[in-house]
């Protein structure tokens, strides 16, 4: 397992707070109210792992398939329906939704190889990540890339939590399936938007691992 970049900064500052705050409290505390100190280690020690667990990047053995679509999240599936995309395609699209709680790893990969003929950050809202209306008014990043089997567009989503989203693509760039395109901050979402008629091979409420379930298949 390694750290991913984006929680450097954040887990530098939380182990610096957490040295100071117990520092001060076993010297200065402790000596009379030794339970407080214990309780102030546990509550910040917890904050510490846990922010730790959320950056991390596990080590695990990538689904690469040409023809097929890979997850591009950890996490559950909450929709899988037809609409209309008003975005980019203004067709009708099968939408594939993946939830991702704070505990979920939030790397986020590449579902498909190909160009990126679309990318646009929107800002937006913050509203629940699960509420339907989160795809089209939260604050959102999408991209599209296209293959010699077609074109899907995916989203990174903010959630209520999630105050930041990271992603590293550009317009004209080949990406690669199931390498990192971006991160979000504590907690989101992600939409992937596919051609009708592509085969969903996932199912609602499905745990789903990013870069190794098949979300969906080509032929």
């Known amino acids: 397992m390694t750290i991913h970049r984006e929680g450097f900064r954040t887990i530098g500052i939380a182990a610096l707070i957490f040295g100071v705050l117990n520092v001060f409290s076993f010297t200065f505390i402790s000596s009379e109210l030794y339970w407080l100190s214990f309780s102030v280690f546990v509550a910040t020690l917890f904050i510490l792992l846990f922010l730790i667990s959320f950056f991390r990047i596990p080590e695990r053995k990538l689904t690469i398939n040409d023809n097929e679509i890979i997850c591009p999240a950890d996490g559950k599936v909450v929709v899988i329906e037809e609409r209309i995309d008003e975005e980019y395609f203004n067709d009708k699209r099968i939408q594939v939704s993946i939830f991702m709680s704070p505990a979920n790893v939030h790397v986020n990969r ?13 800002k937006g809202k913050y509203l629940v990540a699960w509420h339907p209306k989160s795809s089209t008014e939260n604050e959102r990043w999408s991209v599209a890339v296209k293959n010699n089997h077609g074109t899907i567009l995916y989203k990174q989503i903010a959630g209520a939590l999630a105050k930041r989203i990271c992603n590293y693509t550009s317009v004209g760039e080949h990406v690669k399936q199931c390498h990192e ?3 979000i901050k504590f907690g989101s979402r992600v939409d992937v938007l596919l051609p009708v008629g ?22």
């Open 198 to 219: 592509t085969k969903v091979i996932v199912s609602l409420n499905q745990a789903v691992k990013g870069g190794v379930t098949v979300l969906a298949s080509w032929a």
């Open 110 to 122: 590449n579902p498909v190889s190909g160009e990126v003929v679309y990318n646009k950050y929107h």
């Open 181 to 183: 395109y971006g991160f």
